[in-house]
């Protein structure tokens, strides 16, 4: 077993159950999930994490691979710091306080987030399971049994047919295209990975199937461009209802949210994101108050987890 001491400002559960990834199981006190090939198992206790793999692992390169893919080795507290703008933001913050985002593996990120568009979570986790149980490899931990993403190589040689049956929906055209191409070297995930934000995005926005918001998962989940702003359903009734406080469209929201949070939107956004979804009261006549409010108090990192 490994363990992480120290770790401060870090929730591992408010981390894994944000919507960010799909491969994550929560079994009594630990998280069990599958992380570039290996089964991973995660118990927070205060400020040290325990870890566990299904493989052999290095500690020395091992640590620093789960402090970046937790991103714990950000200043994180300075970010949130940087967009607690108003009152509700404050809330958010309080009340979320430790969620990271995940720097995860990009050509999951990306299979994953094609899958994810018009898609609920239970139905995303469902097709992912499908397509690795038959095109990954069976990986075991104790009693628990999973299986790695399947490879862009196992995925170009697939047929509609066989992404069908995982039920991929008209999503699986996209699926092979994108591997193919990664494949042929016509879309190189390590030029991708050297590119700055717009590039990036631009970039993604070319393959077939890889919308807007799509780009701006890829680039927030995956590549750490914390300017990132996806903006489905949820983010934009967010935005309308709380600060625009009108329909508006996503250019609108976008330009907003980026003169208003700044260079470290991505975070903002997490956060706002996933308070809506853990407070079903978020839009009350109270909490809509708190915009109009600005903290009497500078806000600090101290403030904030009092």
């Not at 640590?63 to 009152?87: E, M, Q, T, W």
């Not at 499908?130 to 399947?150: I, W």
Request: hydrophobic share 40%; glycine share 6%; aromatic share 12%.
């Amino acid at each position: 077993m490994t363990q992480i001491r120290n770790v401060t400002d870090f929730s591992l559960k408010y981390t894994l159950e944000s919507g960010q990834s799909f491969r994550w199981d929560r079994i009594d006190n630990a998280y069990y999930g599958v992380v570039e090939g290996q089964i991973l198992k995660i118990s927070q206790e205060g400020t040290t994490l325990h870890v566990e793999s299904s493989t052999e692992e290095d500690e020395a390169t091992f640590v620093p691979f789960l402090r970046h893919y937790l991103d714990i080795a950000r200043d994180v507290p300075k970010i949130l710091v940087g967009v607690s703008n108003d009152a509700y933001m404050h809330r958010a913050i309080e009340r979320l306080w430790g969620m990271r985002i995940l720097n995860q593996a990009l050509w999951e990120i990306i299979a994953s987030f094609i899958i994810s568009q018009n898609n609920n979570v239970p139905r995303i986790r469902g097709i992912i399971r499908r397509l690795s149980e038959r095109f990954g490899e069976r990986l075991t931990f104790a009693a628990y049994v999973n299986y790695s993403f399947p490879s862009p190589e196992t995925l170009a040689t697939a047929t509609e047919a066989d992404l069908l049956a995982c039920g991929t929906g008209y999503r699986a055209n996209y699926l092979i295209d994108t591997a193919r191409a990664i494949v042929s070297g016509e879309f190189s995930l390590t030029s991708l990975e050297q590119m700055s934000y717009t590039e990036a995005k631009q970039e993604l926005m070319r393959r077939h199937g890889i919308g807007e918001k799509v780009a701006d998962c890829i680039c927030l989940f995956s590549l750490g461009h914390l300017a990132a702003l996806p903006i489905d359903v949820w983010i934009k009734r967010i935005f309308e209802t709380l600060y625009l406080r009108r329909r508006a469209t996503h250019r609108e929201i976008r330009e907003f949210a980026h003169n208003y949070f700044g260079a470290n939107v991505g975070y903002a956004q997490q956060y706002l994101f996933h308070y809506v979804h853990e407070c079903p009261n978020w839009a009350d006549a109270e909490h809509l108050s708190l915009i109009d409010e600005i903290p009497t108090v500078a806000v600090t990192c101290e403030s904030l987890t009092d």
